[in-house]
């Protein structure tokens, strides 16, 4: 922590924050066993995690956790011992800023309120991960993940401005030969981008629709799998074709984040926190699909009610023979359901 601070003030990159990073109105801290009177065990020592993300070839997940609208910390889970570490800011190594890469970005930042995460996978545990971050600037933080062994360590590198007139930055993927993925959450219309260093921002064609939450890729590009929260459905969208080629598949749940599983069918992880057309429902923390991308058969897996420690689910990823969901709005741990 220390290095980093030593390193802003030395850049004169950001003005330091002059109140607690736990500042009126946030999250307090979790101190109780977040276990109790439930049938659902948890990974305990997040606060909000509402994104995860397994570095590749590790037992490793990268967790963003959430303390207001404008701070938060980054986590590294072990699947295997369920060790918990703070990553970012605390532990985090000293900026290195690429600014021939990242232009627009004016310099390192401290504090944010870290969203949805990707990576790109690179060699011999060193990877970069991407981070949307909301607060005092609207914009993907990017920093080099070094996880070749212990506790996996990151060094901010740049950002990316998030597009002008965009509503709110949610979620990331990374695509093949150095582009960037994008939603804009928008319940009133939001749609896709694509950034490259040599392009900025580019709006995708025809991508249109109400509400686009989580996002992956398949891995040659072709196709982006979108979580349509508003459509309460999975959407997959082609890339590079023209006409834009446009699929829904229904999964009957508010779809928040998408993640692809270790079987290579989709994870789709949402929740029902109000029902359509005020219409009665059955109303779930946190509902979890596998989706087939090729004949788009859909699996219901997990349907959770929630307790005192866990209120909203965003989340799911395969954690070994567990499924692992994580939450906002009140959720101080990662659920674990087996699978």
């Known amino acids: 922590m220390l290095k980093i601070l030593k390193c802003l003030i030395s850049l004169g990159a950001i003005a330091l924050p002059s109140v607690s990073l736990f500042a009126q109105g946030s999250y307090p801290a979790q101190t109780a066993n977040c276990e109790p009177n439930s049938d659902t065990l948890f990974v305990c020592g997040v606060i909000n ?23 938060g910390p980054i986590y590294a889970v072990n699947i295997d011992s369920h060790q918990v570490e703070e990553v970012f800011p605390h532990n985090a190594t000293v900026p290195v800023f690429d600014q021939q890469t990242y232009q627009a970005c004016p310099g390192p930042i401290l504090t944010f309120q870290p969203h949805g995460v990707t990576v790109r996978e690179g060699n011999n545990g060193n990877h970069k991960l991407y981070v949307v971050g909301h607060g005092a600037r609207e914009a993907i933080e990017v920093f080099n993940l070094d996880a070749s062994s212990g506790v996996p360590s990151l060094s901010w590198i740049g950002c990316i401005p998030a597009p002008e007139g965009t509503r709110r930055i949610n979620s990331i993927t990374a695509l093949p030969d150095g582009y960037l993925g994008a939603t804009n959450f928008d319940t009133a219309g939001g749609q896709l981008w694509e ?30 799998y979108v979580g349509g929260w508003s459509d309460r459905a999975l959407v997959r969208v082609s890339r590079g074709k023209t006409p834009v080629q446009v699929d829904l598949i ?6 928040d984040n998408v993640r692809w599983g270790s079987d290579g069918r989709v994870i789709a992880a949402g929740h029902i926190t109000r029902c359509p057309n005020d219409n009665p429902c059955d109303l779930s923390a946190a509902r979890v699909a596998k989706v087939n991308p090729s004949n788009f058969e859909v699996e219901q897996l997990v349907d959770y009610k929630g307790n005192d420690f866990f209120n909203v689910g965003t989340v799911a990823i395969d954690a070994d023979n567990e499924i692992w969901i994580g939450g906002i709005y009140g959720s101080f741990g990662i659920a674990r359901f087996p699978q």
């Not at 509402?50 to 701070?71: H, M, N």
């Not at 900025?200 to 196709?223: K, R």
């Open 49 to 71: 995690p509402e994104d995860l993300y397994q570095i590749p070839g590790t037992d490793w997940v990268i967790a963003t956790g959430r303390i207001s609208d404008s701070a």
């Open 195 to 224: 950034w490259h260093p040599s392009t900025d921002w580019i709006e995708v064609p025809g991508s249109s629709i109400l509400g686009p939450n989580g996002l992956v890729s398949s891995a040659d590009g072709d196709w982006f």
């Open 250 to 255: 229904p999964v009957d749940f508010n779809v």
